[in-house]
């Protein structure tokens, strides 16, 4: 069973940065790829970044592009959102998810696993 446990949030001033991480469990995520999500209260959830497991070309948010970086080890099945520049808009509750490349890369939707979440709490 396919397994995902997000870490690394908290709280930290505008301007700031923040590691989230993502332990992948349950299978082979070779053929997979993962992406990071976040909801803030009262949106709907948004997009941020996707990758495969196995590496290669990346895709973003317009939101977070140029301060979000999305990367993984896959020797560890772990992936990470590097987030930069943090303002306060980015609160919200960040999410890892993984399935295959189609649903996490191009359809962003119907995707199988996710992780429980993982609170970011920008203070202006």
């Known amino acids: 069973q396919v397994q995902l446990v997000e870490s690394g949030g908290g709280l930290v001033q505008a301007g700031g940065s923040l590691r989230l991480s993502c332990a992948a469990s349950g299978r082979a995520f070779s053929s997979y790829a993962v992406g990071w999500f976040r909801q803030a209260p009262g949106k709907e959830r948004e997009f941020l970044a996707a990758?495969?497991?196995?590496?290669?070309?990346?895709s973003y948010a317009d939101s977070v592009k140029g301060r979000f970086i999305i990367s993984t080890d896959s020797a560890k099945n772990t992936a990470y959102l590097q987030m930069n520049s943090l303002k306060s808009e980015d609160t919200a509750v960040y999410y890892c998810?993984?399935?295959?490349?189609?649903?996490?890369?191009?359809?962003?939707?119907?995707?199988?696993?996710w992780g429980p979440g993982t609170q970011v709490t920008v203070s202006s």
């Open positions: 990758v495969r497991w196995s590496g290669g070309s990346t």
């Open positions: 998810a993984t399935d295959i490349v189609h649903s996490i890369v191009v359809a962003r939707k119907n995707i199988r696993y």
